[in-house]
């Protein structure tokens, strides 16, 4: 039950292995009944090296041992959370690994064993934007992006990565295109451009 209104805004060099929401950075537990109406705005002038992950209302949720031998009912990592603010980050340099969503970027990329394990993710609603835009890519010669094979960019309006199970969620306001906007904003150069694998979804980029 708890709530943040404050905008959230980074202007930086650099950036590296950074973990932003409004509510809950890192997560290894339940985060229920939360809202944010706060919008975030990251702007990096160079580059970033490492995983990100940006969401309105979580951050970086770990899924992978928590829960384990709990019991039943303790495997849902998110429930009946709500963002309505506008998440927007835009990196000048050669960009890195991230995990981008509405309401949570996501769980980590470690594979987990037991499917009973996997995180579940309940009930969660974006209205906000969800934009992200990179104006140079960089390229093959440069040992970036898919050469360094951690280039992934994963982007969803309520999700970007889940390792697990999503019910009843929702992105945007049927019969409003304002709301719940997805947006992926390459380098003006294809030459430049150089991402392994986008996932974009309306709900979730990518899930597992």
């Known amino acids: 039950n708890c709530e943040n209104n404050a905008d959230i805004t980074l202007n930086a060099a650099t950036a590296e292995r950074f973990r932003i929401a409004s509510l809950v950075g890192v997560s290894y537990g339940s985060v229920k009944n939360c809202t944010n109406n706060g919008d975030i705005t990251i702007n990096i002038s160079g580059d970033v090296v490492d995983k990100c992950y940006l969401g309105g209302v979580v951050g970086y949720v770990n899924i992978s041992d928590q829960f384990k031998g709990k019991g039943e009912g303790y495997d849902i990592a998110l429930d009946n959370c709500v963002n309505s603010g506008n998440i927007t980050y835009t990196v000048d340099g050669i960009v890195g690994y991230l995990n981008m969503g509405g309401v949570t970027a996501g769980t980590s990329h470690e594979p987990i064993a037991s499917a009973y394990f996997k995180g579940k993710a309940k009930n969660c609603v974006n209205t906000g934007s ?48 304002t709301k719940g906007g997805v947006s992926l904003v390459f380098p003006t150069s294809d030459a430049s451009a150089c991402a392994s694998r986008p996932a974009i979804g309306g709900v979730c980029g990518f899930v597992l």
């Open 130 to 177: 969800v934009s992200y835009t990179f104006k140079n890519g960089g390229s093959l010669a440069d040992n970036a992006g898919s050469a360094g094979s951690n280039n992934y960019h994963n982007i969803g309006g309520v999700f970007g990565y889940w390792e697990g199970s999503l019910e009843n969620c929702t992105n945007g306001v049927q019969g409003d295109a």
